[in-house]
């Protein structure tokens, strides 16, 4: 079955920057769409950045337009988000996800199109 391992996540000072990766394993099929989501306590999940596997396709949420960047290393089936000008609104747990099914240049944003989830990474952006 299809393994997600985030890492990255930790404490930022507002303004500060944080990169975090997400590798898949476990499946010989590739991914097609990779993405993250946040979420905080007692709100639902929330769309953040997904990237097709090509590269060519990104989709970000108008919350971090900006200041985050979404890219990939195929050959390591590693998504990689680069998140600057971190604010403490930022401040939640961060899940990786990957769809297989579609098509490559498919990006989508909602929760029930990703098949696959990591078990999420804390960020905490201090004031």
């Known amino acids: 079955q299809v393994q997600l391992v985030e890492s990255g996540g930790g404490l930022v000072q507002a303004g500060g920057s944080l990169r975090l990766s997400c590798t898949s394993s476990g499946r010989t099929l590739s991914w097609h769409a990779m993405a993250w989501f946040r979420q905080t306590q007692g709100k639902e999940r929330e769309f953040v950045a997904a990237i097709s596997r090509s590269g060519g396709t990104t989709s970000y949420a108008d919350s971090v337009k900006g200041r985050f960047t979404i890219s990939r290393d195929n050959a390591k089936n590693t998504v990689y988000p680069q998140m600057n000008s971190l604010k403490p609104e930022d401040t939640a747990v961060y899940y990786c996800?990957?769809?297989?099914?579609?098509?490559?240049?498919?990006?989508?944003?909602?929760?029930?199109?990703?098949?696959?989830w990591g078990q999420g990474t804390q960020v905490t952006v201090s004031s």
């Open positions: 996800s990957a769809r297989f099914r579609g098509g490559e240049e498919v990006v989508l944003r909602k929760v029930y199109e990703y098949d696959y």
